[in-house]
C-alpha cells in the first residue's frame, strides 16, 4: 500500500492523458533538499552535461551523472515522489532511473516539442518523469503536454534544431519524424499548468512535450526531473544509441525486463 494516496481522478489523467499535476506533492522541506541536489548538480557537472538548446549558451542541462546519485539518495527513495509513482501505477514496484537538471536563462526561449522514450531503451506504461521547478510558473511558462500522446505514435528524436525542431538525432526509414506540433498547435490538445514550488507534474516519458519558456517575463527557471519505472518496463531498440548513458546497462537485450543493478527499487 503506497504512503501517498491519490484520487482516482489524478491515477485516470496519468493513464489516459499521460500527464499529472500533483499539487503540494512536496513540503518545503523536500523542496529545499530538491533544490540543494539540483545545486549539486549544477556546480559538480559529469560527463554529459550539456547546453540544453543548439545556438545558445543561456540553457544549461546534466543528466545521469553517476557522481550526482549521493546528493539525490534521500530524495530518491524516502520523498512522496516514488510513492506517487507506486499510487499511478495501482501497487507496482518502483525503480529510480535517472535525475535531469536544467537551468534555464535569459533568451533560452522554449524547450522543442519532443518524447523522452525516444532517447532511451526502454517502453512500456509504468514510465514516468517528475518534473519539479523551483520557480513559481504560470501555465503560459509551464511545461506542455500533448494529451494522450504516450500512447503513440512514439516518434524519432528531435536534435532541437531552431530550424527545423522535427529534425532527428538518429537516421531511420521506419520511425517517424516528429510532427511540428508548435506550428500546427491547433491540431493538438496541449495542456499545460501553472505550479508554485512543492507541486509536482508526473508524466510518462512517452508523452510529447516542450516549451516552458524563459523570457522577459520569466527570467530563470531551476528544474529538477527525477525518473522512475515500474513493473510494466522492458529493454528497447532505438535505431540510434539511446540512454540511459550508464556504461553498465548495456548488456540488457530490446524485450527483456528493464531491469538492472544500476537502477535501485525504491518501493
Ligand atoms: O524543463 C524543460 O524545459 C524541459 C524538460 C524536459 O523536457 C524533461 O524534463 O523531459
Redesign the pocket.
Known amino acids: 500500500m503506497s504512503a501517498v494516496s491519490l484520487a482516482a481522478e489524478k491515477i485516470r489523467a496519468f493513464e489516459q492523458e499521460g500527464v499529472v499535476l500533483l499539487p503540494g506533492l512536496l513540503s518545503p522541506d523536500w523542496v529545499d533538499a530538491c533544490r540543494q541536489a539540483w545545486t549539486f548538480s549544477v556546480q559538480n557537472p559529469g560527463p554529459l552535461a550539456s547546453g540544453l538548446l543548439p545556438g545558445t549558451d543561456s540553457a544549461f542541462q546534466d543528466l545521469c551523472n553517476p557522481s550526482a546519485y549521493a546528493a539525490y539518495r534521500e530524495i530518491i527513495h524516502d520523498s512522496p515522489l516514488a510513492d506517487a509513482a507506486q499510487a499511478l501505477w495501482n501497487g507496482s514496484p518502483v525503480w529510480y532511473m535517472y535525475e ?1 537538471v ?1 537551468h ?1 536563462t535569459g533568451n533560452a526561449g522554449r ?1 522543442p516539442w ?1 518524447q ?1 522514450t525516444s532517447y532511451l531503451a526502454v517502453d512500456g506504461d509504468h514510465l514516468i ?1 517528475f ?1 519539479i521547478s523551483f520557480e513559481s510558473l504560470p501555465k503560459s511558462h509551464g ?1 506542455e503536454f500533448v494529451r494522450g500522446s504516450h500512447r503513440g505514435p512514439l516518434f524519432n528524436t528531435s536534435r532541437f534544431d531552431r530550424t527545423d525542431p522535427t529534425l532527428p538525432i538518429f537516421a531511420s526509414e521506419t520511425v517517424p519524424n516528429l510532427p511540428d506540433v508548435e506550428a500546427r498547435r491547433r491540431e493538438f490538445d496541449i495542456v499545460s499548468f501553472a505550479t508554485n514550488p512543492g507541486d509536482v507534474i508526473g508524466f510518462h516519458t512517452s508523452v510529447l ?1 516542450g516549451g ?1 519558456a524563459v523570457d522577459r517575463q520569466i527570467e530563470e ?1 531551476r ?1 529538477l ?1 527525477l525518473r522512475f519505472f515500474g513493473e510494466r518496463s522492458i529493454s528497447a531498440k532505438r535505431p540510434g544509441a539511446a540512454g540511459p548513458f550508464y556504461e553498465d546497462i548495456r548488456t540488457l537485450k530490446p524485450g527483456e525486463p528493464f531491469r538492472h543493478t544500476r537502477f535501485p527499487k525504491v518501493r
Do not use: N, V
Open positions: 535531469q536544467f534555464k524547450t519532443h523522452d518523469a518534473w511545461l512535450h516552458g527557471r528544474t526531473t
